[in-house]
């Protein structure tokens, strides 16, 4: 074979075998399921901002039929609108974030939801651990951290939403309403109630003025001391008649 020729043939296979190769990437990339969260541009401690999530089916058996969050520090159910997601599903909170479910989804099908979130903390970036659950009660936990992947292997990472640097002038909002009233807050309130509560007792020990401050055990005690001393005198004066006589 010439060289010139044998030279084509090989620019031709290796030109076959990368177009191969990114074939094979290209379809291994959207074959590798994850969750997901996104929020286009956005800042620290902005507000009413929308986030979309979204999770992908492994089970090639199984619909899946709810997905829970756990709300990072700095969030609480408080803070979390549902704003869309599959038909028929709910959004629910819970004691550390929220969920979403309904009826199952098809299988293999993926599932994508909205939420607006009343103000994002001031941090870095923020972590949805997420529970994926599936009809035939199978779980996928996305709730790995980035600082426990070794050897560039993903595994199941908790979906995570990087943050630009808060606006100038960007300041906490005040606090969601479910927080505002503390334990502190109702014991504060309480104190003017009891110091209210204390007068009302104060009339009943001072009603005992109009009897002196006497206990009504003393003017009984007084009267039967009265009827032992006539008694006493009535027999002592029939004992003398009866000596006299």
Do not use: C
Not at 126 to 138: A, E, P, R, W
């Amino acid at each position: 074979m010439p060289r010139s020729t044998l030279l084509r043939t090989l620019r031709r296979s290796g030109a076959l075998a990368a177009v191969a190769l990114a074939s094979v990437v290209a379809v291994a990339g959207p074959a590798a399921a994850h969750a997901d969260v996104e929020a286009e541009g956005a800042r620290a401690l902005d507000q009413n901002v929308e986030l979309t999530f979204s999770a992908a089916s492994e089970s090639t058996t199984a619909g899946i039929t709810k997905l829970e969050v756990i709300l990072p520090e700095g969030l609480v159910p408080a803070d979390i609108t549902y704003e869309k997601g599959p038909d028929g599903w709910k959004f629910a909170p819970t004691s550390r974030g929220y969920t979403v479910s309904g009826e199952k989804r098809a299988v293999g099908e993926d599932v994508e939801y909205v939420v607006t979130v009343r103000q994002l903390p001031d941090a870095e970036s923020l972590v949805f651990k997420t529970l994926q659950s599936y009809s035939d009660g199978k779980v996928d936990r996305w709730i790995e951290l980035e600082e426990s992947e070794e050897d560039g292997h993903h595994g199941h990472p908790a979906p995570r939403l990087d943050l630009k640097a808060a606006a100038p002038g960007a300041k906490p909002a005040s606090p969601t309403p479910s927080e505002e009233p503390t334990t502190a807050a109702p014991e504060t309130e309480a104190t003017p109630e009891s110091d209210a509560r204390t007068p009302s007792a104060q009339p009943a020990a001072d009603s005992t003025d109009g009897d002196d401050g006497l206990s009504p055990a003393v003017p009984l005690g007084i009267g039967a001391a009265v009827l032992v001393a006539v008694g006493g005198g009535v027999w002592w004066l029939r004992s003398r008649r009866g000596g006299t006589a």
